[in-house]
């Protein structure tokens, strides 16, 4: 991960070179035309396209492929490009969310935006966020948990205590000005930061905030914003053993006290820097031995066992679909955990 620098400096082109603002850091040095350029539109839709060939609103924007990527090309470079409307539809995964979907033409500039930002941002992230990253996602995540559980316990040779916590309605209240202040201390380009604006700004739960679940710009944004909290975590609050994954997030101490102390801390600050409030009804302080629940499973020592609603859920949808590949999905969903006489009943 980079450094931030402490001088009146930032990098460009991997040089410290002089610039403004009261602490320097890295700054993004793509321009704008390598956003819109027709090279990364095409680019993007190749990326795009994968799994979504079969989709009516797909084959009907491929069918003048070149005139629409030349036209949204056009109104990119003119700034005239606004973002369209959403279609919202309700989903069950597993608690009823609310996903909004935008037109092709907004979604392929998600993915020309994203495959430029985030090369940049994931460099600036910290090692233990694992949502939405290349190289992490879940099973990467749960190993990690039981590393940091293992040295933080002393090889579980000590009483070691887990704070869990989780970000209440987190894609709802992410506030728009706060995280494009965030995006504008590393991004210097007008042109970039009026076009992340106008994505941002094109979707809101409530008067100023919110993101869209079903964009996938999204997905970087909420990191970028949490980012903020992971460093504050790692690098003022030193601590050694935190590890996140999207809203929820976990800290390990061999004394409960400190947790105890530092959990008022935590919810200040997500609460004044990121207008973000810790769920109430999702936030305790147990032992690693009397079981964890992290990212579908329960956690203890020497081993981790499914989480009963999950095992519920997983079993109800085989029922009504148990198809060889699905049962082989489950099947390796289940290697990853103590699982055997439910692997042996599927």
């Not at 990098?11 to 002089?18: H, K, M």
């Not at 403004?20 to 993007?44: C, P, W, Y």
């Not at 995964?93 to 037109?103: A, M």
Request: charged residues 25%; contains cysteine.
């Amino acid at each position: 991960m980079p450094e931030f620098i402490d001088t009146d400096q930032f990098l460009q082109n991997g040089q410290i070179v002089s610039g403004g603002g009261a602490k320097g850091r890295i700054v993004f040095d793509h321009s704008f035309s390598d956003i819109v350029s027709v090279e990364n539109l095409l680019t993007a839709w190749q990326e795009f396209l994968k799994g979504k060939r079969g989709k009516r609103d797909v084959q009907e924007f491929s069918l003048d492929l070149m005139g629409n990527i030349f036209t949204l090309h056009c109104d990119l470079i003119n700034h005239t490009y606004r973002h369209g409307p959403y279609q919202a539809f309700r989903i069950n995964d597993p608690k009823p969310r609310q996903i909004h979907k935008s037109s092709v033409r907004d979604r392929l500039l998600h993915h020309a935006v994203y495959r430029v930002l985030y090369l940049f941002f994931d460099k600036t992230f910290i090692a233990d966020s694992f949502s939405c990253r290349l190289g992490k996602g879940t099973h990467k995540a749960m190993a990690r948990f039981r590393a940091m559980a293992y040295q933080a316990s002393r090889n579980h040779a000590r009483t070691c205590w887990v704070l869990k916590c989780d970000i209440r309605k987190f894609f709802e209240n992410i506030h728009h000005t706060i995280l494009l202040g965030i995006l504008e201390r590393y991004i210097p380009g007008q042109d970039i930061m009026a076009l992340l604006k106008n994505i941002i700004e094109s979707f809101s739960a409530k008067p100023g905030r919110g993101l869209p679940l079903g964009n996938l710009t999204s997905q970087l944004f909420v990191n970028i914003y949490m980012n903020e909290f992971d460093q504050w975590i790692k690098h003022h609050m030193k601590e050694k053993y935190y590890i996140r994954y999207a809203d929820d997030f976990a800290i390990f101490s061999r004394d409960k006290s400190y947790l105890e102390e530092l959990l008022p801390k935590l919810a200040s600050f997500l609460e004044e820097k990121l207008k973000l409030q810790i769920h109430p009804d999702k936030v305790f302080i147990k032992t690693l031995a009397s079981g964890i629940d992290f990212l579908g499973w329960v956690h203890f020592p020497d081993h981790r066992v499914l989480r009963t609603v999950t095992k519920r859920r997983m079993l109800k949808k085989i029922r009504l679909d148990n198809r060889p590949e699905v049962l082989a999905s489950y099947r390796g969903l289940l290697s990853h955990g103590n699982a055997k006489k439910l692997a042996k009943k599927l």
